[in-house]
C-alpha cells in the first residue's frame, strides 16, 4: 500500500494506462476531474503515444509502459503515484508487478495471473471449489505429432482459444479432431501462441426473454477483498465463430436463476484471488446449471456507458476511487430505470474489405439512442482473426423494456447496411 502524503489542497496522483481498448482519453480525464491528478502511462510504440502531445495538457505523461516493470517503476517512482489503474486485460501481471514495486495497492501477482491466463484461471477456479470444464494447453508452434495426440484425447465438443487474448480473438467451437487440426493449421502461420482447449458448455433451456443468449455477464467492484455485484448484463446471440452482437442490462435473469449466477460470481472471484478493482465475469446458464465461462479484471465492454444510462453510475471514477483505496459507495445492484443497451454489428467472417455503409444517420436518430460510433472506416481491411474487436460499429442507447430493446436490435441488423469486398477462393 502506499502511504504518501498529499500536501494541502492537492489531490492524489492516479497513474492511468492509456491503452487501445481503454476507455476514450476525455472519458477518463472527465472522470478525474475534481478525484486526483492523472499521470499517463503509456507504451511509446503504440497509436496511443500519437496523442502524448494532448495528453501532456491534462497530465504528466510517461512512455515506459512497454518497458520491464524494473524500468517502468524506475520511470514512475520521482513522480509518487498513489495508485495504478487499468482498463484493460492486457499485461494485468506485467501492471501487478509495476504497482508492487512501487508500494501500490493492486491485485497479487498471483491473482494478476490467473486473471490473464486462462489456463492458470482453471487451475485457480478448481482449487478454489468452482467447477470447470476439462481443459487441455497447448501451442500452435508444437510439432504435428504432439498436437495430433492432444487432438486425440480432447473432450469434444470443445472450444479452442488463446489463454492470453481477449474479445473472441482466435476462438473456435470445434466439434471433432479433424476440425481441430484444420485449426490450428490455420494458426500456424502467425507466430506461435499458447492455446486453451476445454469443454464445450452445455446449453441450457430456453432464455426467459426468447430472444437473447445463454449467458451472461456479472459486473463487480471489490474493495479490500469484499465483493459486490453491480449488475447482471444479458448478451445477444453470437454469430460465427463466437463473436459478441450485443449487451443490455439489466438481464432477463430473476429469482432463484438470478440468486445463483450472483452466487457463483462471488465464489469466482474468490477463487481467483480477486483483492481490488472491477470484474466482468461470464457465466453460462447450462443445462445443469450457472458454470463460468471465464473471468476478466476489468470493468466490461460498453458496460460503463449502459451503467451511467441505466442507473446513474460513474463506473470508470468508480474505478479510480477504488485504485486510491477509496470505496466508491455503489450498492449490490442499484436501482435501474429502463433497460441500457450496447449493439455491435459484426462482417461476415469472409468479408475483407468495407466499400460502403449506408443507413448510420438514421440509426443515430432513432429514439433512446446516446451514441453511435464507427469502429470502421471505409476501405479498412477486415481480419477475421480479430474477433468481436472486428465490429463495423456499436449503438449504446436506453429503451424503455427489454421488448424496446429488442426492436431496436432488429432495427440496427436492418437498417445498417454495408457493402463488403469478399475473400476470394485463394484466400
Known amino acids: 500500500m502506499s502511504e504518501r502524503d498529499c500536501g494541502e489542497g492537492e489531490l492524489p496522483r492516479l497513474v492511468v494506462l492509456l491503452q487501445e481498448d481503454s476507455p476514450e482519453l476525455m472519458e ?22 500519437e496523442l502524448a502531445p494532448l495528453m501532456r495538457r491534462l497530465g504528466a505523461v510517461v512512455p515506459a509502459l512497454g518497458e520491464s516493470p524494473a524500468a517502468a517503476a524506475a520511470a514512475l517512482a520521482p513522480l509518487q503515484p498513489h495508485g495504478i489503474v487499468t482498463f484493460s486485460d492486457r499485461g494485468m501481471d ?22 490473464r491466463d486462462k489456463f492458470a484461471q482453471r487451475q485457480a477456479l478448481r482449487a478454489g471449489g468452482v467447477w470447470t470444464p476439462p481443459v487441455l494447453a497447448l501451442s500452435s508452434g508444437d510439432d504435428r505429432e504432439t498436437l495430433a495426440a492432444v487432438a486425440g484425447r480432447a473432450p469434444y465438443p470443445a472450444i479452442l482459444k488463446p489463454r492470453r487474448a481477449a474479445g473472441s480473438r482466435h476462438a473456435f467451437k470445434v466439434a471433432s479432431e479433424r476440425e481441430l487440426l484444420a485449426h ?47 449488475a447482471t448484463n444479458g448478451r445477444l446471440p ?30 469466482a472471484l474468490r477463487a481467483i484471488g480477486l483483492s481490488w478493482g472491477f470484474s466482468h465475469t461470464e457465466i453460462k446458464l447450462t443445462a445443469e446449471g450457472p458454470a463460468v ?18 442507473a446513474g453510475v460513474d463506473l470508470v ?19 435501474t430505470e429502463g433497460v441500457a443497451y450496447y449493439i455491435t454489428l459484426q462482417p461476415p467472417t469472409d468479408a475483407r474489405r468495407i466499400l460502403a455503409i449506408d443507413g448510420v444517420d438514421e440509426v443515430r436518430a432513432l429514439p433512446g439512442v446516446e451514441r453511435m460510433t464507427l469502429k470502421q472506416q471505409l476501405g479498412a481491411e477486415l481480419d477475421p482473426a480479430n474477433g468481436t474487436t ?38
Request: hydrophobic share 45%; aromatic share 6%.
Open 184 to 230: 490450428l493449421e490455420e494458426l500456424a502461420s502467425d507466430p506461435a501462441e499458447e492455446l486453451l482447449l476445454e469443454g464445450y458448455l452445455s446449453d441450457g433451456p430456453p432464455p426467459r426473454g426468447g430472444f437473447e443468449a445463454g449467458y451472461v455477464s456479472v459486473e463487480s467492484l471489490t474493495f479490500d477483498g469484499a465483493s459486490r455485484h453491480l
Open 238 to 267: 453470437m454469430v460465427y465463430p463466437l463473436r459478441e452482437t450485443g449487451a443490455f442490462i439489466p438481464s432477463t435473469l430473476a429469482g432463484e436463476e438470478l440468486t445463483a449466477v450472483l452466487d457463483l460470481a462471488t465464489r
Open 94 to 115: 506485467h501492471v501487478a508487478a509495476i504497482a508492487e514495486r512501487l508500494g501500490l495497492r493492486f491485485n497479487s501477482a498471483q491473482t494478476a495471473l490467473n486473471l
Open 317 to 335: 471514477k468508480a474505478a479510480m476511487e477504488l485504485a486510491l483505496g477509496i470505496d466508491p459507495g455503489l450498492p449490490a445492484l442499484p436501482p
Open 293 to 310: 465461462i471465464e473471468v476478466n479484471g476489468r470493468i466490461g465492454g460498453g458496460v460503463p456507458g449502459m451503467m451511467e444510462l441505466v
Open 28 to 49: 477518463l480525464v472527465n472522470a478525474a476531474r475534481g478525484l486526483c491528478q492523472v499521470i499517463w502511462l503509456i507504451d511509446a510504440s503504440s497509436k496511443i503515444a
Open 390 to 427: 472486428n465490429m463495423i460499429l456499436s449503438v449504446l442507447g436506453l429503451a424503455p423494456d427489454h421488448r424496446g430493446f429488442r426492436v431496436m436490435s432488429e432495427r440496427v441488423s436492418h437498417d445498417v447496411q454495408v457493402e463488403y469486398e469478399y475473400a476470394t477462393g485463394d484466400d
